[in-house]
C-alpha cells in the first residue's frame, strides 16, 4: 500500500488521483459493433442491408451460430454466402460484423482427424487443437521465394511413376470420366507416402457422404490418416461450404509446409467446386458466362493451385504437391472448366474410360497424359529405363489400331505388339497396392530386357508379381543408388536383369525353362 504523505496538498492530490483511476476502472469500455438486418434469405445466400462498413469477404455472423462471408458488397445491400444450416434464418433477423476475414485451425493436432471446412471435427473424436489459425484465402508465395521442383513425389503407381512423373511441388491434374478411378489414383498416392515423411490433405468436395467415408476407410485400414487430414464439404452441405472447403484445406496444407516439410493436397474434385461457385454465384445475380459460370471462375482455381509450390531453402525448403481431380463429361477434356484446370497445371493424368472397361487398371491413357516438370525430378535410374518404356508403348498403340483391322503382319511389328501387350500387362496395377520403388526398377528393366516377352499373356500379372517379390533380393548398395542421382552401371543392371530372369523361369515355356548358361 502507497504511504500517505504527510502535507495537506499531497494529501489532496492522492486522493484526486485515486479518484480518477476509480473512475476509470467504472468507466464501461464502449467498442462499436455494426449490427445489420436479413431482407431476403434464399439457398445458401442472404441478403442483408445495414452494414454500411462491412469489408469484400468479412465473416458475419447469423443468429444460431451460422456464419457468412460478405460477397456482392452493393450500395445498400451486401450479398452474403452461408455457411450452415441456413434453414432457421429469417427475414428481419440481426447480422453482426466481426471485422475479420473467415480463418481455420492449422497444425500437428490435426493429422488424423476428419473436419469440416471451418474446422469442425465430423469423426466423433472430439474437438481438433490446432495450434495456430490461418485465414482460408491467402496469397500464393512469390516468385523470387519459390525453388524448382527437384525431388519426385513417388505415386507407387508403375504408369505414373515411370511414364508421368510427379515432383514435390508439382501441380498435376487427374482428368476422366464418371467412374474411370480418379478418386483410386490420388487415395494410392496417398496411401504410398506412409514412412515417406509426406503429409498429406485430402479435400472431398461435394461428394456422397457414402463415397467420402469408403475412402476414409482405405486410409484408416492402411494406416494412412496418421499423416493425413481429411476436410469433407459433402454434397448435401450448403454450397458456401462447398466452395471455401479447398481454400480451408489449402491453408492447412500451406501450415505445414512453412514448417519446412513436404506436403501433398488431394482436392476431389474441383467440378463440384465450380459448380457450386456457379450456384452461389447465379443466385447472387452475377452476371453468368460460357456454360453460365460466372467471369471469375479461372481466377477462383488458378489462385488456388498457385498455391501449391517448392519453397526456396530460406523459407524452409517445404513444398505443397497438388493433385486436383476434374470429371469429364463422354471423354470431353476440352470444356470449359477442364480446359482452364489443364492451362493451370504442370500436366495431366488422363484416365480413359475405354481402357477401364477392358480391365486395363489404373486406366491411365499415356499419350493423352503429361507431366511438364517431373521429369526433371525423376530419379536417373527411372529417366534411362522410362525413356525406352515410353517410346516402345506409344509405337504400340499406334500399331496395335492396325492390328485390329486383321491385316497381316510382318514379323518386326508382330514383335513390337507383343512388345507392347507385354508394357500395358506390367503397368496394370491393383487398386490400393502402391509398389515400392525397387519393385517398380526391377519390372521396368526386366520389361526393357525383353525377358517377358517369352511370357504367355495369361501368366502376364503372376509373372510380374513374382518379379516384384523378387526385387527383395537386390543388394542393398544397388537399391540405395534408386534415390540418387547416378545411373546405374552396365554390371548393377545385370545383376537387377538376372535377379528378375530367375524369378521369370517358372513361366517360360517348357523349353526356354531350361538352365541358361552364362555365355
Ligand atoms: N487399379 C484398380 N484396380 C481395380 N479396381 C479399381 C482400380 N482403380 C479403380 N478401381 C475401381 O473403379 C471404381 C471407380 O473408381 P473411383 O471411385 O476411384 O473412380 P472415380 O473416377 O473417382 O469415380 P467418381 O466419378 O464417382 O468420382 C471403383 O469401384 C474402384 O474400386
Not at 441478403?47 to 451460422?66: A, H, R, T
Not at 507431366?371 to 504400340?396: E, H, I, P
Not at 528393366?445 to 516377352?453: E, I, K, Q, R, S
Not at 523378387?470 to 538376372?498: C, T, W
Request: charged residues 25%; hydrophobic residues 45%; glycine residues 10%.
Amino acid at each position: 500500500m502507497n504511504a500517505v504523505p504527510e502535507n495537506l496538498s499531497g494529501v489532496f492530490d492522492h486522493v484526486f488521483t485515486c479518484m480518477c483511476r476509480a473512475r476509470e476502472s467504472l468507466a464501461p469500455r464502449l467498442s462499436l459493433h455494426e449490427v445489420g438486418t436479413i431482407t431476403n434469405v434464399s439457398t445458401g445466400i442472404a441478403k442483408v442491408s445495414g452494414l454500411p462498413g462491412v469489408g469484400f469477404d468479412e465473416l458475419l455472423e447469423f443468429s444460431g451460430g451460422v456464419s457468412g462471408i460478405a460477397f456482392n458488397l452493393d450500395e445498400d445491400e451486401v450479398g452474403v454466402v452461408l455457411l450452415g444450416d441456413y434453414a432457421d434464418l429469417r427475414a428481419g433477423d440481426e447480422v453482426r460484423r466481426t471485422g475479420r476475414v473467415m480463418d481455420v485451425a492449422v497444425g500437428e493436432g490435426l493429422l488424423g482427424r476428419v473436419i469440416d471446412p471451418l474446422g469442425k471435427p465430423l469423426d466423433g473424436l472430439g474437438t481438433v487443437a490446432g495450434s495456430a489459425r490461418l485465414p482460408v484465402e491467402r496469397p500464393a508465395v512469390p516468385i523470387m521465394e519459390r525453388a524448382p521442383v527437384t525431388v519426385p513425389l513417388q505415386t507407387g503407381l508403375k504408369v505414373v511413376d515411370a511414364l508421368i512423373p510427379i515432383g514435390r511441388g508439382q501441380r498435376e491434374l487427374i482428368v476422366g470420366d464418371r467412374q474411370t478411378g480418379k478418386t483410386a489414383i490420388a487415395l494410392d498416392t496417398i496411401l504410398n507416402q506412409r514412412g515417406k515423411d509426406v503429409l498429406c490433405v485430402y479435400c472431398a468436395i461435394g461428394q456422397r457422404a457414402s463415397a467420402v467415408a469408403k475412402g476414409i476407410a482405405v486410409l484408416r485400414e492402411h494406416g494412412a490418416m496418421e499423416y493425413t487430414v481429411v476436410v469433407v464439404a459433402e454434397g448435401s452441405d450448403p454450397s458456401g461450404l462447398a466452395f471455401v472447403a479447398p481454400y480451408a484445406a489449402t491453408s492447412i496444407a500451406e501450415h505445414f509446409m512453412e514448417q519446412g516439410r513436404d506436403v501433398l493436397i488431394v482436392y476431389d474434385d474441383l467440378t463440384q467446386h465450380a459448380r457450386a461457385y456457379r450456384e452461389l454465384s447465379l443466385l447472387l445475380r452475377r452476371p453468368p458466362g460460357r456454360e453460365a459460370f460466372p467471369g471469375d471462375i479461372f481466377y477462383i482455381h488458378s489462385r488456388l493451385l498457385e498455391r501449391a509450390t517448392h519453397l526456396c531453402e530460406e523459407r524452409g525448403g517445404g513444398s505443397l504437391t497438388a493433385l486436383p481431380i476434374i470429371e469429364t463429361e463422354a471423354q470431353n477434356i476440352s470444356a470449359y472448366i477442364p480446359t482452364n484446370l489443364i492451362s493451370i497445371t504442370d500436366g495431366q493424368i488422363y484416365l480413359s474410360p475405354s481402357l477401364f472397361e477392358l480391365g486395363v487398371l489404373p486406366a491411365v491413357d499415356v499419350g493423352k497424359s503429361v507431366s511438364r516438370v517431373g521429369g526433371k525430378a525423376q530419379r536417373a535410374t527411372y529417366r534411362a529405363v522410362a525413356g525406352d518404356l515410353k517410346l516402345a508403348y506409344a509405337q504400340f498403340e499406334e500399331l496395335e489400331t492396325f492390328a485390329r483391322f486383321g491385316a497381316r503382319l510382318d514379323a518386326a511389328t508382330r514383335k513390337t505388339i507383343e512388345h507392347g501387350r507385354r508394357i500395358r500387362a506390367c503397368l496394370k496395377q491393383a487398386e490400393s497396392a502402391p509398389v515400392p520403388v525397387p519393385a517398380q526398377i526391377v519390372v521396368l528393366l526386366a520389361l526393357t530386357a525383353g525377358l517377358f516377352d517369352e511370357v504367355a499373356l495369361e501368366k502376364m500379372t503372376e509373372a510380374q508379381l513374382a518379379v516384384q517379390a523378387a526385387a527383395e533380393g537386390i543388394p542393398a548398395q544397388i537399391a540405395a543408388l534408386f534415390e540418387s542421382d547416378r545411373k546405374l552401371l552396365d554390371a548393377e543392371r545385370e545383376i537387377i536383369i538376372g535377379i528378375a530372369r530367375e524369378a521369370l523361369k517358372p513361366f517360360l515355356p517348357e523349353q526356354k525353362n531350361q538352365p541358361v548358361s552364362q555365355a
